[in-house]
């Protein structure tokens, strides 16, 4: 069984940077993408950034520039460096895995950007 637990979310100013983490217990694997999504109210749930090994960085049109995903495959953890930050960047941020049968969710953390 796989859990993901993120951290790192809360209220930034436009302009500011934030980082998100996301810790991953079970099994793991690194050829298997991993990574962010994020949902605004009354939006779809839309992909942010997505890594996998030797595939890192497949990022939204919307955040290119702005946001940087890492991995640190020994610790099962992967990171979402976001700079810049708008107003329109307030969502929930959920992180991801996705094994060969199941994509398994965090349960979300609050990133809310304030003009």
């Known amino acids: 069984q796989v859990q993901l637990v993120e951290s790192g979310g809360g209220l930034v100013q436009a302009g500011e940077s934030l980082r998100l983490s996301c810790a991953a217990s079970?099994?793991?694997?690194?050829?298997?993408?991993m990574g962010w999504y994020r949902q605004a109210p009354g939006k779809q749930r839309e992909l942010v950034a997505t890594?996998?090994?030797?595939?890192?960085?497949n990022y939204a049109d919307s955040m290119k520039g702005r946001v940087t995903i890492s991995r640190d495959y020994a610790k099962k953890t992967v990171y979402l460096q976001m700079n810049s930050a708008k107003p329109e960047d307030t969502a929930v941020y959920y992180c991801y895995y996705r094994s060969d049968l199941v994509t398994y969710w965090g349960q979300g953390t609050q990133v809310t950007v304030s003009a």
């Open positions: 079970g099994n793991i694997f690194s050829f298997n993408p």
């Open positions: 890594s996998s090994l030797g595939r890192t960085g």
